[in-house]
């Protein structure tokens, strides 16, 4: 098992700009979920792909978006930062989009500063 | 809306000390519960998870966690914690049925054991 693997681990981002997140799922997994964890919260869920398609979506504006990929790995993009943006992001790959079974494979996760 | 909450947010216990982490959810319907563990320096990873049958779960490294439906709790619990036990606990729900791809989680709770 190669697991989950995220980049970059660290950004520092002004507000207004842009950013892209990277998610390499574990070997075997077609479905790769993205939660937003602020300081002293648990995470959130943000949306979920499944083969290349948004399976679902949590509270999160539309300036987060996503795609996933033939080798189902998967991107974040977070478009016009907001001081509130600061977090670290989970990504977290799956067997199917349900989660019974072996549930998720988290990987450690990237932290945004943005200031 | 559907929530997690934990009791406490930081636990300080001796050695060989029984451990008792509280967990409640406010969801009326179905609902799979998790618990998931972070070791410092380390990604989440499930410690015991229940679907259905028994209410008594067994998981990881000598832990155990009892659903009582009527009071819509999920605690876990070790009968005597280790030193290696230090970590940060998460207690997850995921609705059933067809909302069951996220997981709604609770604000954790950092668990310390003194040696």
């Known amino acids: 098992e190669t697991g989950v693997t995220q980049s970059p681990t660290h950004l520092i981002k002004t507000r207004g700009q842009q950013v892209t997140l990277r998610c390499s799922s574990q070997s075997g997994h077609n479905t790769v979920s993205w939660y937003q964890q602020a300081l002293g919260q648990g995470p959130q869920f943000i949306f979920q792909y499944y083969r290349e398609e948004e399976n679902g979506r949590g509270n999160f504006p539309p300036r987060f978006s996503g795609l996933q990929f033939p080798n189902y790995s998967s991107e974040l993009n977070v478009n016009a930062l907001e001081l509130d943006d600061s977090a670290l992001y989970l990504c977290a790959s799956s067997f199917s989009r349900a989660l019974q079974g072996t549930g998720y494979t988290f990987g450690s996760g990237t932290r945004l500063t943005v200031v | 809306a559907q929530s997690v909450s934990q009791h406490n947010h930081h636990v300080i216990l001796s050695e060989a000390a029984s451990l008792e982490l509280g967990c409640n959810y406010s969801?009326?319907?179905?609902?799979?519960l998790f618990w998931y563990v972070q070791y410092p320096g380390q990604h989440l990873q499930l410690l015991l998870k229940y679907f259905s049958g028994d209410p008594l779960v067994k998981g990881i490294k000598g832990f155990e966690a009892e659903f009582i439906k009527s009071k819509f709790s999920f605690n876990l619990r070790k009968p005597s914690v280790q030193w290696s036990d230090t970590a940060e606990y998460f207690c997850?729900?995921?609705?059933?049925?067809?909302?069951?791809?996220?997981?709604?989680w609770g604000a954790g709770t950092k668990l310390i054991i003194k040696p």
């Open positions: 969801y009326g319907g179905t609902v799979n």
């Open positions: 997850a729900v995921s609705p059933g049925g067809r909302g069951n791809y996220q997981l709604i």
